[in-house]
């Protein structure tokens, strides 16, 4: 229930001290929670930002990403795989998304960038880009689901309303 999660998350301009700060505060989010994607209303900051990994681990950087503004201008494919959420732990259900994705994004100093992703990383970008624009595991759940997971979405809820 946290507006943070469920609005459109504002675009970033300024690309300065203050923002490295606040990813590098993501990348301890994400890898003590055990993730492999991080956006930034899902620490009470709403802004047009993700940071992911596929490794989930400090021990592995190669493929650390950090997607500002992010665009998606392209899609094709179709593929279902199961997807959980730092919002919502202990909940994992499958999730039917394009294949692969074309995306426009700045990097932390500002930079364009545009790169096609397939596969994991392709499914990481969208989940984390979907919170981007107030979309959660939630929405994408089928009614199946949604009845499958009532009693743990009812915890996480009365948790969230509690503290
Ligand atoms: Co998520």
């Known amino acids: 229930p946290d507006p943070a999660l469920t609005r459109r ?3 970033i301009d300024v690309f300065d001290e203050e923002l490295a700060q606040r990813i590098a505060r993501m990348w301890d989010v994400m890898y003590e929670a055990g993730g492999v994607g991080l956006a930034a209303p899902q620490v009470g900051w709403s802004a047009r930002l993700l940071v992911l990994n ?6 592995d950087t190669s493929g650390e ?11 094709w494919g179709k593929a279902t795989a199961q997807e959980g959420c730092l919002s919502f732990p202990d909940i994992f259900v499958d999730v039917s ?17 545009e790169s096609d992703f397939n596969d994991f990383v392709a499914r990481i970008l969208q989940h984390e880009n979907d919170h981007l624009e107030g979309v959660l ?16 979405l009812d915890e996480l ?5 509690a503290g």
């Open 9 to 11: 998350a504002a675009d």
């Open 54 to 59: 596929p490794e989930g681990s400090r021990d």
């Open 65 to 75: 990403m950090v997607v500002i503004n992010p665009r998606v201008v392209k899609k």
């Open 97 to 113: 998304r394009p294949a692969g994705v074309r995306l426009q994004w700045q990097d932390e100093t500002g930079e364009q960038h």
């Open 137 to 152: 595991l939630v929405h994408r759940m089928s009614p199946v689901d949604k009845i499958r997971w009532r009693r743990e």
């Open 157 to 161: 809820a009365a948790g969230a309303a």
